[in-house]
């Protein structure tokens, strides 16, 4: 069946450093990809997606690219700040449901 | 408008008793999610509502959980004679009409059963 697999955490930088978490998938058809993200106290909200391969899904400076070629939809940003602190998952829908990766935890120093 | 809302936000229950979480999602989503999310865990996936019936129930855990939406609105997921290993966050998510769109979630609800 689908499943998404992402790098597992804690995920340690300072302020400014470059951020990427991977994630990878597997998928029958041609699913779109997701990032969510759940800030403290927060409840998920979607961050960015991608409906099509090479698609690049982009929002607050994050960026991932849907690579069909090597199932995977990395999440990069190019210097983080401490209000990125949160918890990221990958998500994948095909069909009628979304399946979530399983969360990589981010905490960005000052 | 307004979101996804859940209620109620916590819920302190004794191993045993059934407790009653609700959900009102967006007004004209047609699809309902029902995840739980357990302490430092993703998102595990327990029901899918279409309208007011329930093609995929594959995710729930036990018999003692269920659930069921009228009206096409309102969700409600009970769960019976709960067990300590119920405590989680349950997350409750509604979409505008089905496949590969994006999923809105509502703030949950914090169950703690003692």
């Known amino acids: 069946g689908d499943s998404v697999t992402q790098m597992e955490g804690p995920v340690t930088l300072s302020e400014e450093a470059f951020l990427t978490i991977n994630c990878t998938y597997t998928?029958?058809?041609?699913?779109?990809l997701f990032w969510y993200v759940q800030y403290p106290g927060e409840g998920l909200q979607l961050l960015l997606k991608?409906?099509?391969?090479?698609d690049k899904g982009s929002n607050k400076g994050f960026e991932a690219t849907y690579r069909k070629e090597t199932t995977s939809f990395h999440l990069e940003k190019g210097s983080v700040q401490v209000s990125d602190s949160a918890v990221y998952f990958c998500?994948?829908?095909?069909?009628?449901?979304?399946?979530f990766g399983a969360g990589t935890r981010l905490f960005v120093k000052a | 408008g307004a979101g996804v809302s859940q209620s109620p936000s916590n819920k302190v229950t004794e191993k045993g008793k059934d407790v009653e979480l609700r959900c009102d999602p967006i007004?004209?989503?047609?699809?309902l999610y029902w995840y739980r999310q357990s302490l430092g865990q993703g998102l595990e996936f327990l029901i899918y509502?279409?309208?007011?019936?329930?093609?995929?129930k594959s995710g729930l855990p036990s018999d003692r959980f269920s659930a069921e939406r009228t009206g096409g609105s309102v969700s409600t997921l009970t769960i019976q004679r709960t067990q300590q290993e119920d405590s989680a966050v349950y997350l409750c998510?509604?979409?505008?009409?089905?496949?590969?769109?994006?999923?809105?979630f509502g703030p949950g609800t914090r169950l703690l059963v003692l």
């Open positions: 998500a994948l829908a095909g069909g009628f449901k979304t399946i």
């Open positions: 998928a029958t058809g041609y699913p779109s």
């Open positions: 991608a409906t099509k391969a090479d």
């Open positions: 007004s004209g989503h047609t699809a």
């Open positions: 509502f279409q309208g007011n019936s329930a093609p995929d």
């Open positions: 998510a509604s979409i505008p009409s089905g496949s590969q769109e994006t999923q809105y």
